[in-house]
């Protein structure tokens, strides 16, 4: 490969062509997150910001915590738990996304062509309005005296209001609520360019329409799901604004918890290392995607 | 040649409008929903002055952005907690409030703060006491005591808010544990963090907007400030506010001149303007918190007037202090205990 393109013309013109766009990839992306990789290396200034004086202290700080009265190092259970449930939350909410996104892309894929459309018009009415006010929506939804127990109550099938508002499952109710286009629209189009042809011919040699969604639907589909499942997981576990609004922000997920500490924590450098250790895990995901699925990856051929 | 003259035009255009509105500005840097549009007109038809409003959401937060040096703002609002900081970093710009022409109108209570002495700085914006809001129709006991959010009875289990400031919620913690506020008395503190890990169970959230929901069925009690319980009482006459008895606080946000404001008259301006009864009142009015400005109850619209909310009841008056920043090392470890009752 590289030969070929040595061949095509001088080996410095393509850096000098690409140079524009290098240039504001390094300047705009990495340079801000060289700041924050330094800050983790640095020692917490009084009442926020950062004091030149290196110190691991922060890194410390994520694996172990000094106990606040006896000053004796521990496993740092409580960055763990919130680590993990930030992990649990987005990965639940990848697989109900997953499980509720693929029947729905599959029937706009196989509507009329001309009417598809408006069924995908439909899908993306809810980016029509921003986030904070969807989330107050579904506050007035699931609260007390909101909608759903107003009819619960109504129909007789509770007697007490339920509490849903402030719990894990309006965290849950929220994420799904919003991260189910991005998984809709990625499915739809790889559903989208499937050849019915090949459905036809599996039921002609006699499979069952289980093993047609098994053997033919999904392997075919595979890359939407996996790029689906990729931008629902990565927003979801920096999720900021719904643990907050629908959990009542007491269990907080790593969004929360950076905020946190470089707000009210006062601990800028800290803050800096839990947001670099999320950026990893993000990393990851995408290590994974980029192995299993990828555009052009993947077993099946 | 065609874009050679509207790149012309263009560098024209731009010019002339620097220089239509180079003067007559003032920009100002306030918490969200907290600052009155109609005073904003009466200042800017009076003066002659273009008027642009920018918001923070936490002290924090404008802190860190003045910090950072030209921010282009003309005047912040600070909690007097942080004033300190303020003015030990050189932020702010000497003013003189204090001797301006409407200096002498500052309440007795606030001309001679100890965070801001004379009043060279800061021109009070309001003030606040801290304190609880609860729905009477769940609780129909004393409400003057931090009890109801800290060791809460039965009929406000799991109906809670707490408002996510630091120093409110541990002076009530601490001041509930029987300690002084800035202590750093390792025994007491212990004590403080057992007892909000104890009262996190009963919490249904620590969050701003908690405070709005009080009297739905989710929220029943919440951390709260005098003039947001004023609000909340108006919507709904059954919400009572308490001075708790174990000791509470008051405090101000503070107007302050930010020493490379870009329109340093204009800014003393509007300190100077601030400060009369009239304009405090409009100020109050619009956030239902009360104004450190002598004579400005008068001008209050007629629901504020005799507020029990507003005023600290005599009975009562000492077991409220000024709240006051502690050392960065008590705050630190503060910081700690309320980061780890968080998670």
Redesign the interface.
């Known amino acids: 490969m590289a030969q070929n393109f040595k061949g095509r013309g001088a080996p410095g013109r393509k850096w000098i062509l690409t140079a524009p766009a290098l240039t504001i990839i390094l300047a705009a992306a990495a340079g801000p997150l060289l700041i924050v990789v330094v800050y983790s290396f640095l020692t ?1 200034g ?4 950062v004091t030149w004086k290196f110190s691991w202290d922060s890194w410390v700080k994520v694996l172990f915590e000094r106990d ?2 006896s000053d004796e190092l521990t496993l740092a259970t ?2 763990l ?2 680590f993990a449930r930030s992990i649990w939350l987005a990965l639940v909410t990848t697989i109900i996304t997953l499980l509720a996104g693929f029947p729905t892309a599959y029937f706009i894929a196989t509507r009329p062509r001309t009417r598809r459309d408006l069924w995908l018009l439909l899908i993306t009415i809810p980016f029509w309005t921003n986030l904070v006010i969807r989330t107050f929506a579904i506050q007035d939804i699931i ?3 909101g909608l759903l127990n107003t009819a619960l109550i109504k129909l007789g099938m509770v007697s007490e ?1 339920l ?1 849903i ?2 719990t894990d499952t309006a965290v849950l109710i929220g994420m799904v609520y919003v991260y189910l286009p991005l998984m809709v629209l990625p499915v739809y189009a790889s559903l989208e360019k499937l050849d019915s042809r090949l459905l036809e011919a599996a039921s002609d040699l006699y499979a069952r329409p289980r093993s047609v969604l098994w053997n033919v639907i999904l392997p075919s589909s595979r890359s939407g799901l996996i790029a689906g499942s990729t931008l629902v997981f990565i927003p979801a576990i920096s999720t900021y604004v719904t643990p ?2 629908l959990g ?3 269990r ?1 997920m790593m969004g929360n ?1 950076i905020e ?8 800028w450098p800290y803050g800096s290392a839990v947001s670099i250790v999320l950026m990893t895990i993000v990393m990851a995901a995408l290590l994974i995607y980029a192995r299993a699925g990828g555009p052009k990856g993947g077993a099946h051929g | 040649m065609k874009l050679h003259s509207i790149a012309l035009a263009t560098l024209a255009f731009a010019a002339s409008t620097t220089i239509a509105s180079a003067e007559g500005k003032l920009s100002i840097y306030n918490w969200g929903n907290y600052t009155s549009p109609e005073l904003i007109t009466k200042f800017e038809k009076e003066y002659d002055v273009d008027v642009t409003i920018t918001d923070f959401d ?1 002290n ?2 404008a ?2 952005k003045i ?1 950072q040096g030209y921010t282009g703002f003309d005047v912040v609002v600070p909690s007097q907690s942080f004033m300190p ?1 303020y003015i030990g970093e050189g932020l702010i710009a000497e003013t003189n409030p204090g001797q301006m022409e409407n200096g002498k109108n500052i309440a007795d209570d606030w001309a001679n703060p100890d965070f801001d002495p004379g009043r060279k700085y800061s021109v009070p914006w309001l003030w606040y006491t801290s304190g609880v809001t609860v729905n009477t129709e769940n609780y129909d006991g004393d409400v003057n005591t931090w009890g109801l959010v800290l060791d809460p009875p039965e009929s406000l289990k ?1 109906k809670i ?1 707490i408002v ?3 120093n409110d919620i541990m002076y009530a913690a601490i001041r509930y544990s029987g300690g002084e506020w800035c202590s750093n008395d ?1 025994a007491l ?2 004590k403080v ?1 057992t007892l909000l890990k104890d009262a ?1 169970q009963y ?5 701003y ?2 405070i709005e ?1 009080i009297g ?3 929220i029943a009690a919440s951390l709260d400030w005098s003039g947001s319980a004023l609000k909340r009482r108006l919507g709904n006459p059954k919400i009572a506010f308490g001075f708790p008895k174990e000791g509470f606080t008051y405090g101000s946000d503070n107007i302050v001149v930010l020493k490379d404001a870009p329109n340093m008259e204009n800014a003393k301006l509007f300190q100077n303007f601030l400060m009369d009864p009239e304009n405090a009142a409009l100020n109050s009015a619009y956030t239902r918190y009360p104004a450190a400005i002598e004579g400005a109850e008068d001008f209050y619209p007629d629901d504020m007037k005799g507020a029990p909310e507003l005023s600290i009841p005599a009975a009562v008056r000492g077991n409220g202090e000024l709240l006051r920043l502690c050392d ?1 090392e008590t ?3 503060y ?6 009752i ?2």
């Open positions: 917490p009084a009442y926020g910001g606040l009265f409580s960055n738990t919130i609260r007390q005296e209001p509490q508002l402030y907050i609004m009542g922000g007491k907080l918890y946190l500490l470089f707000g009210q924590g006062k601990d | 936490s924090d937060t802190l860190a910090r900081i799991g808010n996510p400031e630091m390792k503190l212990k963090h996190k919490w249904a959230s620590i969050d907007s908690g929901k739905t069925g989710d960065p705050t630190a470890l910081g700690r205990i309320w980061l780890d968080q998670k």
